[in-house]
């Protein structure tokens, strides 16, 4: 068990917690600095906390509590959100579950593709409005093929599906609006990471609506992107290893669309 990194957390979190009992880090969470499950007087959460200063993981963690309400039973529950002079933290609910299976021949994926089809039926909520998806704007000429009016969840990662009594998507740190096809194509990225030969993976994402409905221009633009995207990223950080494997992946998977 770890401590939280600080009395000014503590003092955050009291007037929902109580006084905290156990803190038990989780094993990813880098877009926060502290991803825990929290046990307080008053019950049990998992938790997200961030310095409260200006920038990215700030605005992530706010973006995150504003689409909780719409991306419900999907993704668990925000219980409590808590603010102070050096903290801000999300409270959801704690549910059990193990970390999904992407391999090939898994059997979770149909579970994960399940879960891929009821996010491309979720509405477009007004607090998503303005989020338009850019990130891969600069690797690519044709930005205006990944603008839409999907919700997206855009974390597609094995980490991120939780399977226990339900599935849940979990970490829903950059939502943003775009194409709907968007993000069936991450999951078959993380599918080719995972093992899977590009056509097979495609096969997977194929029973999504998004998919189905998409300008195959559009998909072969945004599997150029990515590849364009991770060679520079592991270019630039050459002994990250997860960004080396992403950037082999994305380059497979361009090379079956006929692109780089």
């Not at 007037?15 to 825990?36: H, I, K, M, N, W």
């Not at 740190?173 to 194509?185: E, H, L, M, S």
């Not at 998409?214 to 990515?226: E, G, M, S, T, V």
Request: glycine fraction near 8%; charge should be negative.
């Amino acid at each position: 068990m770890m401590s939280l990194p600080g009395p000014e957390l503590a003092a955050t979190l009291r007037p929902y917690a109580g006084d905290v009992l156990t803190v038990q880090r989780t094993e990813r969470g880098f877009s926060s600095d502290l991803t825990a499950l929290v046990t307080g007087e008053r019950g049990r959460w998992f938790v997200k906390a961030v310095r409260n200063r200006p920038g990215g993981r700030r605005d992530s963690l706010v973006r995150e509590g504003a689409i909780n309400p719409h991306v419900q039973p999907i993704s668990p529950a925000l219980q409590w959100q808590a603010e102070g002079p050096e903290w801000l933290a999300l409270g959801f609910e704690a549910v059990e579950g193990r970390h999904a299976d992407f391999a090939p021949a898994a059997p979770d994926l149909p579970d994960v593709v399940d879960v891929l089809t009821r996010i491309g039926d979720l509405p477009l909520p007004d607090a998503a409005r303005d989020w338009h998806e850019t990130r891969w704007d600069w690797y690519t000429d044709r930005p205006d093929l990944f603008r839409g009016d999907a919700l997206l969840y855009t974390d597609f990662h094995p980490s991120n599906i939780l399977i226990g009594d339900r599935v849940w998507a979990v970490d829903w740190a950059w939502p943003t609006r775009g194409a709907a096809f968007i993000d069936p194509a991450l999951l078959v990225l993380q599918l080719v990471a995972a093992g899977h030969a590009p056509e097979d993976a495609e096969t997977w994402a194929s029973t999504c609506p998004g998919w189905r409905d998409a300008d195959p221009k559009a998909i072969d633009a945004f599997a150029d992107a990515n590849a364009s995207m991770y060679a520079t990223r592991a270019e630039r950080r050459p002994d990250s290893t997860w960004l080396g494997a992403m950037a082999t992946a994305t380059r497979m998977w361009a090379r079956h669309r006929g692109r780089s």
